[in-house]
C-alpha cells in the first residue's frame, strides 16, 4: 500500500521558512500520470491548496501563496519538500501531503504553529 509521512518541525517563528518533507512509500515520486501536493487546513477553516509537483517536475503554486512557495522532490529519497517562507501566524495549520491519481493518498497531517 502507498503511504505518506510528513516531517519538519511543529513551531517556527514569524518571517522564518517552514520547511516540510513529505515521504513516499509504495509509489515512485515519478510515477507516470501522478502528481504531489501541500493541501493545509487553518484552524475552523477548509482544506487549502498550496501547491504541487507532477511526474516530469513542474511545479504549480496557489496564487495566493506562490511567491514565498517552493515544492521541490528529490526522486533518490522519494521524497518531496515545501518551503514557505516568511510565515505568520495565520499560517498556523494542519499540512497534508498527498498525491496519486485524483489525490488518492493522504499523509497524516502534520500541525504546524506559527508563533507570533
Known amino acids: 500500500q502507498v503511504q505518506l509521512q510528513e516531517s519538519g518541525p511543529g513551531l517556527v517563528k514569524s518571517s522564518q521558512t517552514l520547511s516540510l518533507t513529505c515521504t513516499v512509500s509504495?509509489?515512485?515520486?515519478?510515477?507516470?500520470?501522478?502528481?504531489w501536493a501541500w493541501i493545509r487546513q487553518a484552524p475552523g477553516k477548509g482544506l487549502e491548496w498550496v501547491g504541487e509537483i507532477s511526474t516530469r517536475g513542474i511545479t504549480y503554486y496557489s496564487p495566493s501563496l506562490k511567491s514565498r512557495t517552493t515544492i521541490a522532490r528529490d526522486t533518490s529519497k522519494n521524497q518531496f519538500t515545501l518551503q514557505l517562507s516568511s510565515v505568520a501566524p495565520e499560517d498556523t495549520a494542519v499540512y497534508y501531503c498527498?498525491?496519486?491519481?485524483?489525490?488518492?493518498?493522504w499523509g497524516q497531517g502534520a500541525q504546524v504553529t506559527v508563533s507570533s
Open positions: 498527498t498525491g496519486g491519481d485524483a489525490y488518492t493518498y
Open positions: 509504495g509509489a515512485s515520486v515519478t510515477a507516470t500520470n501522478y502528481a
